[in-house]
């Protein structure tokens, strides 16, 4: 019962935000007479890029999100349809990402490929052709403002890690002498220019790094945490499909439940703060310096 009340409850709120998604900022603050202002922050829901298709069904990749030779992708109404157009041996790897990313190059058109190619995901074709680089290679790209590059390194950096502890290793050696403070200042940069992205991507990164194995040691919770925390972040972000992988995941499982119930409160509350602020001129207290002053310990 508490399960099929919580799923009710999200799917409830998805669909509220479909119906609202002309306007949202609008509809939030309609009956909030002392919202005066329309001055953009920080917190201003991102606006994702859109991508049209020409007439031979390809999509154009827009330049700060290209690998080599990868200026143009296909589209297809659907994944299997999709799928179909490469060559039989490339189509074991591209299987094996999108269940490894719960179903991310799921589709019902070919606007939502097109509109995928315009925001950084990694698409079929740089599945194929991020194998002919190096780490170095997608690291200078990735420093000149490549999100897709950045996510790919993300990934094979952390398939690094997780196949040395299966291995036998650990997280601390994997990290010690010099090679180690390589991989930290590395991976520290990648981190970074990961957060910075726009792209609704990096919700499916988190998920799949999550599901990787990099966090069975500390229990099917935290696993779970992480992946439906990512798949709600990839649909705040603004790919709405994300809302069906995340309830694919969940099933019937009440943990879970409880879980992504928690994770659509807080992504709730975000909603309504970005909302607010975007019409008031605002700024949340923790931004440019304006946190609470003194010790972040409080006195018991």
């Known amino acids: 019962m508490l399960s099929t009340l919580l799923a009710v409850t999200y799917l409830w709120r998805y669909l509220e935000r479909k119906r609202e998604a002309a306007s949202p900022v609008d509809q939030v603050v309609a009956n909030h007479a002392s919202v005066k202002h329309d001055q953009s922050t920080s917190l201003t829901p991102v606006v994702v ?43 074991a790897r ?36 991020a194998e002919r680089l190096t780490d170095r290679d997608l690291l200078k790209l990735a420093n000149q403002g490549n999100d897709k590059a950045a996510f790919l390194l993300a990934e094979r950096q952390n398939k690094n890690l997780v196949d040395f502890v299966a291995e036998g290793g650990d997280s601390w050696s994997y990290y010690d002498g010099m090679e180690g403070r390589s991989r930290i200042n590395e991976g520290m940069t990648i981190d970074r220019l990961v957060k910075q992205s726009n792209s609704p991507y990096k919700g499916y990164l988190q998920a799949s790094e999550a599901n990787s194995g990099l966090y ?17 972040w990839a649909e705040q972000l603004g790919d709405t499909r994300a809302s069906q992988f995340v309830m694919d995941f969940v099933g019937g499982d009440p943990q879970r439940m409880i879980i992504l119930e928690t994770a659509s409160v807080v992504s709730s509350n975000a909603v309504v703060d970005r909302a607010y602020m975007a019409h008031s001129g605002g700024q949340r207290p923790g931004a440019a310096g304006r946190g609470v002053p003194g010790s972040s310990a409080p006195v018991y």
């Not at 719960?102 to 052709?129: C, H, K, L, T």
Request: positive net charge.
């Open 94 to 129: 591209i299987s094996a990402f999108n269940k490894a990313h719960f179903g991310v190059y799921r589709v019902n058109s070919r606007e939502q490929v097109a509109w995928m190619a315009a925001n950084g995901y990694p698409m079929p074709e740089d599945i194929v052709a």
């Open 49 to 91: 890029s859109r991508s049209t298709i020409s007439a031979d069904g390809m999509a154009t990749v827009p330049v700060q999100f290209q690998l080599a030779n990868v200026g143009r992708v296909r589209t297809a109404p659907s994944f299997q349809e999709w799928l179909a157009q490469f060559p039989s041996d490339q189509q």
């Open 216 to 232: 069975a040691r500390q229990g099917q919770n935290v696993v779970d945490v992480r992946v439906i925390s990512g798949l709600v």
